[in-house]
């Protein structure tokens, strides 16, 4: 169940991943477009700064629990090599725990807000007038799979190696 459960994590953070990635990749290319058409036709696209800004939401959402796994967030280490082994479990313990409070009241009122949004039917003030709950659904979603991934990470540090 376990075991299950695990591999479904992994490809959805994968699943996340990749479209962090593409998303990535149309952020960049919409830019260069924006600049090159700015600076040879002087035609500006009011919908290039708004995606990306859309992007640059959906980006930490995405990745956060991916990263979580690989352990690859950003760490201030210096500590950690000074330390024992049995403080710096105890630290992470302390982490993990605080990392699964902080996603949880995310993942709460992430959908309080998303679900606010798509009842009201509030949509951005801007040309593109965007529903804003498509825009809140992945501060829940994203928060969830980092709050999984928290847990599956602390579950691995207390259970026994096998």
């Known amino acids: 169940m376990i075991k299950k459960a695990s591999r479904a994590l992994d490809i959805s953070e994968n699943l996340f991943a990749s ?3 593409l998303l990535v990749i149309i952020s960049t290319v919409s830019v260069i477009f924006e600049v090159f058409s700015r600076a040879l036709f002087n035609v500006s696209y009011t919908w290039v700064h708004e995606i990306n800004e859309y992007i640059l939401l959906y980006i930490p959402f995405l990745t956060a629990a ?7 967030h950003i760490v201030v280490d210096l500590i950690e090599e000074v330390i024992p082994s ?17 996603c949880a009241v995310l993942v709460w009122f992430g959908m309080l807000a998303t679900l606010d949004f798509f009842v009201n ?9 965007v529903p ?11 928060s969830l799979l ?8 602390l579950y691995q540090k207390i259970s026994p190696k096998r």
């Open 66 to 72: 991916w990263l979580l796994r690989y352990n690859e």
């Open 86 to 102: 049995r403080l710096k479990f105890v630290l992470d313990m302390i982490v993990g725990i605080i990392g699964i409070f902080v």
């Open 19 to 21: 479209v962090a990635a």
């Open 146 to 153: 980092f709050l999984f991934e928290f847990i599956r990470s």
């Open 132 to 142: 804003q709950a498509y825009i809140a659904v992945i501060i829940p979603l994203g």
């Open 121 to 129: 039917g509030v949509r951005s003030q801007t040309n593109l007038g």
